[in-house]
């Protein structure tokens, strides 16, 4: 079974300070990790994915994720936040890495930054 | 990518009323999926839409309740039957070209049952 619990519902920071958005996963097969973004009215966007090979991935708009498989993390992180980054964040957990019929998602996490 | 657009974006329903929501890609994918999210709850898969044939449904989820037809590779609909207040969520369709792409998602269709 696989699952991702995100640490937050909400979370918000003063423009230019570092974003850190929590996701814990639990797989018992090698997991494929992925994070998502939906701003307002517009569909689920991938910003990075995990498939295994480097450990700290880099995505899209500054953002990055490290697979610690020892703490079953995949925290995203971005040095320095942008009013543009203002949306929701998921974090979500697949057996393959098209995520092809089973992706499981986290609860989303809302970040908002503050001028 | 893909570009996913769903119809309607919003509704508002009376119990009892059945809806039907549309996705459309805008070129030709593989499989296309259809998930459901609940207020203050993840995304969950109701189906995976396939063409010609009947949809591959999650546990917990019914054909009577939630019909699905996919003529084609690009279009794909979800009809919500005899609903609920307990139906009341966002529901989101999703594209992939082939195993090793990635889920291209649409904006999703927010429902309102009373």
């Known amino acids: 079974a696989q699952s991702v619990t995100q640490l937050g519902s909400h979370v918000s920071v003063s423009e230019g300070a570092l974003v850190l958005l929590r996701c814990n996963y639990s797989?018992?097969?090698?997991?494929?990790l992925f994070w998502y973004v939906q701003y307002p009215n517009q569909g689920l966007q991938l910003l990075l994915k995990?498939?295994?090979?480097?450990?700290l991935v880099k995505g899209i708009n500054g953002f990055e994720a490290e697979f610690k498989k020892s703490e079953t993390s995949f925290h995203l992180t971005k040095p320095s936040a942008h009013m543009s980054d203002a949306a929701e964040y998921f974090c979500?957990?697949?057996?393959?890495?098209?995520?092809?019929?089973?992706?499981?998602f986290g609860t989303g996490t809302r970040l908002t930054v503050i001028p | 990518s893909a570009v996913i657009s769903q119809k309607p974006s919003r509704d508002i329903c009376q119990r009892g009323t059945s809806l039907t929501i549309q996705c459309q890609v805008d070129?030709?994918?593989?499989?296309m999926f259809w998930y459901r999210q609940q207020p203050g709850q993840s995304l969950t898969l109701i189906a995976t839409?396939?063409?010609?044939?009947?949809?591959?449904?999650e546990s917990g989820f019914v054909i009577d309740k939630f019909p699905i037809s996919r003529p084609n590779l690009t279009f794909s609909t979800l009809t919500v039957s005899n609903m609920s207040p307990e139906d009341s969520s966002i529901y989101l369709c999703?594209?992939?070209?082939?195993?090793?792409?990635?889920?291209?998602f649409g904006p999703g269709t927010r429902l309102l049952v009373l």
């Open positions: 979500a957990v697949s057996d393959n890495d098209g995520g092809a019929n089973n992706l499981f």
């Open positions: 070129s030709q994918v593989t499989m």
């Open positions: 995990y498939t295994s090979a480097a450990t």
């Open positions: 839409a396939n063409q010609g044939s009947e949809a591959t449904y």
């Open positions: 999703s594209g992939l070209r082939g195993l090793g792409e990635t889920q291209y």
């Open positions: 797989s018992s097969v090698p997991p494929y």
